[in-house]
């Protein structure tokens, strides 16, 4: 799945003073599907050999590191915020 | 409709981004991100003055990390958002309101100023103050008269004289032909104020008469504003809120 990105800004027609939230939203960027693997071994017993094997779910690729550019919009300076996704500005 | 852009980074791949929003119309006359250029804002409570009053930007350092809008609609209502990463460097812009002054200096008995400011206040992250610039002799000699200064110890320098004007301690300091005047009774004892009113002439009579000023100067210009040094990558606001000059010659 291609990885994509969307930004929102809510209020979409904001009025003096009020503060402008830029989101950030990625999607596609998904941790890997598990795996299924088996683990062969003998155990001998005896002088006899006993094949044995089990199965196990091992993790899929973990998901891409993600870094957000502060938004740039002619009239507006955004600051980020203690969420990284999400940027503010107060409209002048 | 205005466009807001950004762009995000997801393991390596730069992904772009847009959004649209509706900007109400501006509530200043005049927004600008440049360096330079001024623009006239006639102005009833600047009087006794050679000109109509002028706001410009004045960046002329810090890098291409310092940005800076103006928002002005009069020299007693603008302000600038600006973003300086100087790591506690030199003044990079001094936005302003100015107009030229034009007569000998002791032609005046007084020159009665008041200003309301706001500048952000945590000197471990910025180094700014608002003041004023006064220019004589044709460009020659520069008096600064700083009112309210966020600013680290490393811009502190000594004095070389005191004085008290209207019944509060100043002292000044000299950089080569620029003459600062702070106030309180040294750099260790600032009393900055946000809102104030001062007489300009007993700063110039005491100097002409103590030799920091050359005798019989005459008056260049005059300006109200914000140097600006850093901000360590933060926008802050550094904003006038009123401002008053009466020139009475």
Request: contains cysteine.
């Amino acid at each position: 799945m291609p990885v994509t990105a969307t930004l929102t800004v809510i209020p979409a027609a904001p009025a003096h003073g009020a503060t402008v939230t830029a989101t950030y939203a990625v999607q596609g960027n998904s941790p890997g599907p598990g795996s299924s693997a088996t683990i062969s071994g003998i155990a001998t017993v005896g002088g006899q050999d006993i094949q044995v094997s089990t199965t196990v779910t091992l993790p899929g690729a973990p998901a891409l590191p993600e870094s957000y550019q502060v938004p740039a919009c002619q009239g507006l300076t955004f600051t980020a915020t203690a969420d990284p996704h999400v940027f503010t500005a107060v409209v002048p | 409709m205005t466009t807001v852009s950004g762009q995000v980074t997801v393991g390596g791949t730069v992904i772009p981004v847009t959004a649209q929003v509706t900007l109400p119309s501006s509530s200043y006359a005049w927004v600008t991100t440049a360096t330079s250029g001024q623009k006239d804002f006639p102005y009833a409570k600047i009087t006794g003055v050679a000109s109509t009053p002028w706001i410009g930007p004045n960046v002329w350092s810090g890098g291409p990390t310092y940005k800076q809008t103006l928002y002005a609609n009069s020299p007693g209502d603008w302000y600038v958002s600006v973003s300086a990463n100087t790591n506690f460097g030199g003044v990079a812009a001094y936005p302003n309101s100015g107009w030229n002054q034009g007569k000998a200096v002791d032609a005046y008995h007084s020159i009665v100023t008041s200003w309301s400011v706001s500048i952000p206040a945590d000197s471990t992250k910025v180094a700014g103050w608002a003041g004023y610039d006064l220019w004589f002799n044709n460009w020659a000699d520069e008096v600064m008269i700083l009112v309210d200064i966020t600013a680290p110890s490393q811009y502190n320098s000594t004095a070389v004289a005191t004085a008290t004007f209207g019944g509060m301690p100043w002292h000044l300091l000299v950089f080569g032909s620029e003459r600062v005047w702070k106030p309180g009774t040294d750099d260790q004892h600032l009393i900055s104020r946000a809102t104030g009113s001062l007489d300009v002439q007993p700063f110039l009579t005491w100097m002409e008469q103590h030799g920091y000023l050359p005798a019989a100067s005459t008056w260049t210009a005059g300006s109200f504003g914000f140097e600006v040094c850093d901000t360590h990558a933060v926008t802050q606001e550094f904003r006038v809120r009123d401002f008053a000059w009466a020139a009475a010659a």
